[in-house]
């Protein structure tokens, strides 16, 4: 069993950055691929960023890549979105996930976060 929460959001003027947090519980918090996805009004939630368990292997959304970095320090079982040049579009909440597989975290994670909210104004 795997528990997230999230920190870091808030409101950010557009080409602003923001930077958060997800601090895992457990013991096997860096056996697990790690990701982020977002979910703005009205829209589905999408993908944004996944490390494996080392976070030597990264991916990103199209949307962000570029902007968003994501990392991870498994001495302190926390993953990180590094978010850079934040666009007004980039508004949502912001899950954290982990899954015990980085090949498929993009698809259904098994855990989730509680999710924190990212705003950008323009």
């Known amino acids: 069993q795997v528990q997230l929460v999230e920190s870091g959001g808030g409101l950010v003027q557009a080409g602003g950055s923001l930077r958060l947090s997800c601090l895992a519980s457990?013991?096997?918090?860096?056996?697990?691929?790690m990701g982020w996805f977002r979910q703005a009004p009205g829209k589905e939630r999408e993908f944004v960023a996944t490390?494996?368990?080392?976070?030597?292997?990264?991916y990103y959304a199209d949307s962000v890549k570029g902007r968003f970095t994501i990392s991870r320090d498994n001495a302190k079982n926390t993953v990180y979105l590094q978010m850079n040049s934040l666009k007004p579009e980039d508004t949502a909440v912001y899950y954290c996930a982990a899954d015990p597989l980085y090949l498929s975290i993009r698809g259904h994670p098994d855990y989730w976060g509680q999710g924190t909210q990212v705003t950008v104004s323009s």
């Open positions: 490390a494996n368990w080392s976070g030597g292997s990264t």
């Open positions: 457990g013991r096997t918090f860096s056996t697990y691929a």
